[in-house]
């Protein structure tokens, strides 16, 4: 079966710009999550998507959205791009058959960075 | 909010226990603790998780203490592709909560 799968893998921008990620998860798995990761603050989460709706929501602007489609891909979307955005952004997909595991299984990740 | 504290670093000599510790005071009656790893260049990955009682998997092993206020991570035999941040995290409802890491070395 094959993994989450995240597009671009690389990125740069500059400072106002928009950039959207996006995230194709396991083949049957209907939750993605967004995380952002920096040496910074370390490894925090972004929002969660369950069949097109969001459910879940981290502490971050609203600079920061996403959706899901129906076939389960997730994109992510940042506006007006700020220095402090450059990180790893990384997706993660559950099947949630089993509530209380959810297992995560997370792809390689998008390295953004703004210039 | 719920937050873990874990030494920065730790190492370990090849094929020998390792002990990852994981303190979590202000861990809820629901969450849930897991531990994920990543290594170099990659996603984290799944590692073990539980509630209440001690979990073993092939990977390794998960002792809770008894008040939850802390857990530990047991690696039976280190290898050197056991060298990667282990993350210990609590699940709250269907949000992770991610600690700052500790980055494990293995000594060959």
């Known amino acids: 079966k094959a993994g989450v799968t995240q597009t671009p893998r690389y990125l740069i921008k500059t400072r106002g710009q928009q950039v959207t990620l996006s995230c194709s998860p396991i083949?049957?798995?209907?939750?993605v999550s967004w995380y952002q990761q920096t040496p910074g603050q370390g490894l925090q989460f972004l929002f969660e998507?369950?069949?097109?709706?969001?459910?879940n929501k981290g502490n971050f602007p609203g600079r920061f959205s996403g959706r899901q489609f129906s076939n389960s891909r997730s994109e992510m979307n940042v506006s007006t791009l700020e220095l402090g955005d450059s990180a790893l952004y990384l997706c993660?997909?559950?099947?949630?058959?089993?509530?209380?595991?959810?297992?995560?299984?997370f792809g390689p990740g998008t390295r953004l960075t703004v210039l | 909010d719920a937050k873990t504290t874990q030494p920065n670093s730790m190492e370990s000599n090849e094929e020998e226990p390792v002990h990852l510790p994981c303190n979590h005071s202000t861990i809820s009656g629901t969450d849930y603790i897991h531990w994920y790893r990543q290594l170099p260049s990659q996603g984290p990955e799944y590692v073990i998780h539980?509630?209440?009682s001690n979990v073993n998997n092939r990977m390794a092993s998960l002792a809770i203490a008894e008040d939850r206020k802390s857990s530990t991570l047991i690696l039976h035999r280190a290898t050197l592709r056991d060298a990667a941040v282990y993350y210990c995290i609590l699940l709250r409802g269907n949000q992770f909560y991610f600690g700052t890491g500790t980055s494990l070395t293995v000594i060959p």
């Open positions: 539980g509630l209440t």
């Open positions: 993660a997909s559950s099947s949630l058959r089993d509530s209380f595991r959810n297992e995560q299984f």
């Open positions: 083949s049957g798995h209907r939750s």
């Open positions: 998507y369950f069949s097109e709706t969001q459910r």
